[in-house]
């Protein structure tokens, strides 16, 4: 899966008013990292990883968000907001 479709599948909900750092303590980890990614990095980084293949352990990550649908709920819930924009911001969605 390349990061486009990662991006759109984050990008897909809104964000949610909880934590649930207890029930999955290592996707809290991971969605701390990937808001910070993306709130860090600037439009011309954002548009050239766009087209880069999605890393292996990225697609484990990806492979586990599919197999549990609360534990995706939960990270997408986290992440949607700060992602969603920044790609506004970015021209990357209209």
């Given at each position: 899966?390349?990061?486009?479709?990662?991006?759109?599948?984050?990008?897909?909900?809104?964000?949610?008013?909880?934590?649930?750092?207890?029930?999955?303590?290592?996707?809290?980890?991971?969605?701390?990292?990937?808001?910070?990614?993306?709130?860090?990095?600037?439009?011309?980084?954002l548009?050239?990883?766009?087209?880069?293949?999605?890393?292996?352990?990225?697609?484990?990550?990806?492979?586990?968000?599919?197999?549990?649908?609360?534990?995706?709920?939960?990270?997408?819930?986290?992440?949607?907001?700060?992602?969603?924009?920044?790609?506004?911001?970015?021209?990357?969605?209209?």
């Amino acid at each position: 899966m390349r990061n486009a479709h990662y991006i759109l599948l984050v990008a897909a909900a809104a964000a949610a008013g909880y934590s649930w750092a207890q029930q999955y303590p290592v996707l809290d980890m991971i969605a701390d990292r990937v808001v910070q990614k993306y709130e860090q990095s600037s439009c011309q980084q954002l548009w050239e990883q766009k087209s880069q293949p999605t890393p292996a352990r990225e697609q484990e990550i990806l492979q586990k968000l599919r197999d549990d649908p609360a534990m995706r709920t939960e990270f997408i819930n986290r992440v949607a907001a700060p992602i969603v924009n920044k790609m506004f911001e970015c021209g990357m969605i209209p």
